[in-house]
């Protein structure tokens, strides 16, 4: 049932994108200020309480709905599972990007490529050239295809119900609201510094699988090599292992300076191999979609051997 509801909510994103703006940043966002609220004085022992108020509550609400649920028909819990999950995913939310970035590299229009991108990332990319926009939609999509993908369904694996699926989105999401806005604004004091420490810990081990898979579907020996050399000199260790590992696999440099709002950013190189474009865009596509049937198949099978050992 764990492999059914993951292929259901994947094609249900796919076909019907939710708009997580309104149905789910929305909602979190005013939890996020409604424990701000009562909560912060600025130290972290308060954040951890917030945090844990939060968390706790809702994984285990959602697992006690799924107990109920399946104790009345499987049917309910298993649809509760996937319900949980379209609201939890979100990647088809972000990839649109993505695809028209891609396709606006492929017609020459590089002004409406970098317009695109500074819409993603919220940042101005006014005078990159076509391999830079390239390049950065490609970090992009590799980082998202884990958060939004691929360690959700981590979690959604490991822990009963839809429980594991918000943990890991709701860790991920007080990471960047409180976490981040932490490390930028000094009124905020230490309040984020628990969110961004928890969601490191639950994020530490689906990483590094991510990073395996990627290398795994990809080039192997070029996917282990960077990740190996090149994944901690990357600022955020997390998406250093990602970038490095899915630039080796793919082929295609990664990193390096950008022009951003105005200015040049120095960053490390990720990945090896040649300048990226619009086809190893379309690449970046082929490589995320293997891994998830990668991640589908070893589903399979670990559900063939617990059927097999009963």
């Not at 996020?32 to 108020?53: I, K, Q, T």
């Amino acid at each position: 049932m764990t492999l059914f509801s993951l292929i259901v909510a994947l094609l249900l994103e796919q076909l019907r994108p939710l708009p997580a703006a309104r149905f789910v940043q929305a909602p979190l966002k005013a939890i996020a200020r409604f424990l701000e609220d009562r909560f912060n004085d600025g130290e972290s022992r308060h954040g951890a309480v917030a945090w844990w108020v939060a968390v706790l509550a809702a994984c285990f609400g959602s697992a006690l709905v799924y107990c109920i649920l399946w104790h009345i028909t499987p049917l309910l819990g298993v649809l509760f599972n996937i319900l949980i999950l379209y609201l939890t995913m979100g990647f088809r939310d972000v990839s649109h990007f993505f695809t028209d970035i891609q396709l606006a590299l492929r017609m020459g229009e590089i002004p409406r490529a970098r317009q695109l991108l500074g819409d993603w990332r919220g940042r101005r990319h006014d005078e990159s050239s076509s391999s830079e926009v390239a390049r950065l939609a490609i970090e992009e999509a590799l980082v998202a295809s884990h958060r939004n993908v691929l360690g959700v369904a981590f979690w959604f694996i490991v822990l009963p119900g839809p429980s594991g699926a918000v943990l890991y989105r709701l860790a991920r999401f007080f990471d960047e609201e409180w976490g981040r806005r932490g490390q930028l604004d000094p009124d905020f004091g230490a309040f984020g510094e628990f969110a961004s420490r928890a969601f490191g810990v639950l994020d530490w081990l689906p990483v590094r699988l991510t990073a395996a898979a990627f290398s795994i579907v990809g080039d192997f020996e070029d996917g282990v090599y960077c990740w190996r050399a090149q994944a901690n000199q990357w600022k955020d260790k997390a998406s250093g292992i990602l970038l490095a590992s899915g630039g080796g696999a793919l082929g295609v440099r990664l990193g390096m300076p950008i022009h951003e709002s105005g200015e040049v950013v120095e960053r490390p190189e990720m990945g090896v191999g040649d300048e990226a474009d619009a086809d190893f865009m379309q690449s970046t596509i082929g490589l995320i979609w293997r891994t998830l049937v990668l991640v589908m198949l070893l589903l399979a099978l670990m559900g063939i051997a617990g059927w097999v050992g009963n």
